[in-house]
């Protein structure tokens, strides 16, 4: 079974600070690998993914990933917070049923950015 | 701009009354998911039509039901909502079913049960 387990449930940085959002995977199979931001009271947003062609993947608002397969890891960096990355932000590991491209999330980590 | 639409937003309703919430989506995908999410929680997956196939996952409540009449619409429906049913429901499609597809989701719906 695949899962993905991202450390720390609450992050706060200062405006300008560097972002770095924790998610380990776990999986059998070369994972699949996703980044979803959810601002309040709104669906989940695709930040980027990973599909095994590059390990540095870049995304959306300034976010990038590195997957890297020794540390089973695919953590979410932004080098200067700003105050609108204040947000859920969930990491997924895709899988494949048959019938479906199914998502495993993990916890969630709230990103809190202050002044 | 292609899209997955969530009507309505913000839905009140009683113990017990039935409810349906609806979704459509204008990006012709195969697969349409439906998912529960609680409060400071990750989404969690009901069920999904890939095509007019109907999948449900081994732990949603026969509470919960869905229809797909066609490609673009989508419905959820719950039969005799309890207060332990008040969650965002999000709506996601995916073109296909490879594991390489993301899903786009929809705006959400958010059902209060009094």
């Known amino acids: 079974a695949q899962s993905v387990t991202q450390l720390g449930s609450h992050v706060s940085v200062s405006e300008g600070a560097l972002v770095l959002l924790r998610c380990n995977y776990s999986?059998?199979?070369?994972?699949?690998l996703f980044w979803y931001v959810q601002y309040p009271n709104q669906g989940l947003q695709l930040l980027l993914k990973y599909t095994s062609a590059a390990t540095l993947v870049k995304g959306i608002n300034g976010f990038e990933a590195e997957f890297k397969k020794s540390e089973t890891s695919f953590h979410l960096t932004k080098p200067s917070a700003h105050m609108s990355d204040a947000a859920e932000y969930f990491c997924?590991?895709?899988?494949?049923?048959?019938?479906?491209?199914?998502?495993?999330f993990g916890t969630g980590t709230r990103l809190q950015v202050t002044l | 701009d292609a899209m997955v639409i969530q009507n309505p937003r913000y839905q009140v309703t009683q113990f017990g009354k039935p409810v349906t919430l609806s979704c459509s989506q204008t990006?012709?995908?195969?697969?349409m998911y439906w998912y529960q999410q609680k409060s400071s929680q990750a989404p969690k997956l009901l069920f999904h039509?890939?095509?007019?196939?109907?999948?449900n996952e081994a732990d949603t409540p026969d509470n919960f039901q869905s229809r797909r009449p066609n490609t673009s619409f989508c419905f959820l429906d719950i039969r005799s909502p309890g207060l332990g049913d008040a969650a965002m429901y999000l709506c996601?499609?995916?073109?296909?079913?490879?594991?390489?597809?993301?899903?786009?989701f929809g705006p959400g719906t958010r059902l209060t049960v009094l």
């Open positions: 996601a499609t995916s073109r296909d079913r490879g594991k390489r597809n993301e899903q786009f």
């Open positions: 990006l012709n995908h195969n697969v």
């Open positions: 999986s059998s199979v070369p994972p699949y």
């Open positions: 039509y890939y095509d007019k196939d109907f999948n």
């Open positions: 997924a590991v895709g899988a494949e049923t048959g019938t479906a491209s199914k998502l495993t």
